[in-house]
Nanobody
Framework: QVQLVESGGGLVQAGDSLRLSCAAS????????MAWFRQAPGKEREFLAA???????YYADTVRGRFTISRDNTKNTVYLQINSAKPEDTAVYYC???????????????WGQGTQVTVSS
């Protein structure tokens, strides 16, 4: 079993930057890659980025260059840096654990509870 706890969400203004954190715990956490998704009101959950614990990274084309995923293996924590935030980034952001080759298709073993990000214009 893997537990994922997100933090760092909140209300920001357009153009601001923020960093989301996801603390992972569980006996087998190191065997999973980690990813971030988001879900805006009325929309499907969207893959954003994924990273293996070895450092392999994937990004959705829609956020490449503006979002950065990183991880601290010593803390079992994954981060999502959001730069130049836009109102359309408003969503609940979810952390996930699963296989590095399948999470971009939404195939996930574990989900966090989500953290709300609201970007005002």
């Amino acid at each position: 079993q893997v537990q994922l706890v997100e933090s760092g969400g909140g209300l920001v203004q357009a153009g601001d930057s923020l960093r989301l954190s996801c603390a992972a715990s569980g006996r087998t956490v190191s065997s999973f890659a980690m990813a971030w998704f988001r879900q805006a009101p009325g929309k499907e959950r969207e893959f954003l980025a994924a990273t293996s614990w070895a450092g392999v990274k994937y990004y959705a084309d829609t956020v490449r260059g503006r979002f950065t995923i990183s991880r601290d293996n010593t803390k079992n924590t994954v981060y999502l840096q959001i730069n130049s935030a836009k109102p359309e980034d408003t969503a609940v952001y979810y952390c996930a654990a699963g296989g590095i080759g399948t999470m971009h298709r939404g195939i996930v073993a574990y989900w966090g509870q989500g953290t709300q990000v609201t970007v005002s214009s």
